[in-house]
């Protein structure tokens, strides 16, 4: 079994900057993909960034050029680097993760969500 736990959405006036963390955990052979979603009440789920393979970033249009996602392989880790935060950024930001098991099943997991408020 894997788990995702996120940390450090917490209040920021807009501007500022915020790095979110999501560690992996669990019965964990590889991870080939990790992103980053945001939710809003009454809209759907969307994508922020996703790293493959702790390489090939891709940004949301929103937020290319202010928004950073990085991984470190060997704590399975991806980070969020938030800047130039605006009022629009305000969401739950969940943490997905993808990959195979140590019993070779593939997974596809979600973190609990951590809010981010961005202040005016």
Same mark, same amino acid.
Not at 36 to 42: A, F, M, S
Not at 68 to 93: C, F, H, R, W
């Given at each position: 079994?894997?788990?995702?736990?996120?940390?450090? %959405? =917490?209040?920021?006036? *807009? $501007?500022?900057?915020?790095?979110?963390?999501?560690?992996?955990?669990? @019965?964990?052979? #590889?991870?080939?993909?990790?992103?980053?979603?945001?939710?809003?009440?009454?809209?759907?789920?969307?994508?922020?960034?996703?790293?493959?393979?702790?390489?090939?970033?891709?940004?949301?249009?929103?937020?290319? %050029? =202010?928004?950073?996602? *990085? $991984?470190?392989?060997?704590?399975?880790?991806?980070?969020?680097?938030? @800047?130039?935060? #605006?009022?629009?950024?305000?969401?739950?930001?969940?943490?997905?993760?993808?990959?195979?098991?140590?019993?070779?099943?593939?997974?596809?997991?979600?973190?609990?969500?951590?809010?981010?408020?961005?202040?005016?």
């Amino acid at each position: 079994q894997v788990q995702l736990v996120e940390s450090g %959405g =917490r209040s920021v006036r *807009s $501007g500022g900057s915020l790095t979110l963390s999501c560690a992996a955990s669990g @019965s964990i052979f #590889t991870i080939s993909r990790m992103a980053w979603y945001r939710q809003t009440p009454g809209k759907p789920r969307e994508l922020v960034a996703e790293i493959e393979d702790y390489e090939t970033a891709r940004y949301a249009d929103a937020v290319k %050029g =202010r928004f950073t996602i *990085s $991984g470190d392989n060997g704590k399975n880790t991806v980070y969020l680097q938030m @800047s130039s935060l #605006t009022p629009e950024d305000t969401a739950v930001y969940y943490c997905k993760s993808m990959g195979q098991d140590t019993s070779w099943r593939s997974f596809e997991v979600w973190g609990q969500g951590t809010p981010v408020t961005v202040s005016s």
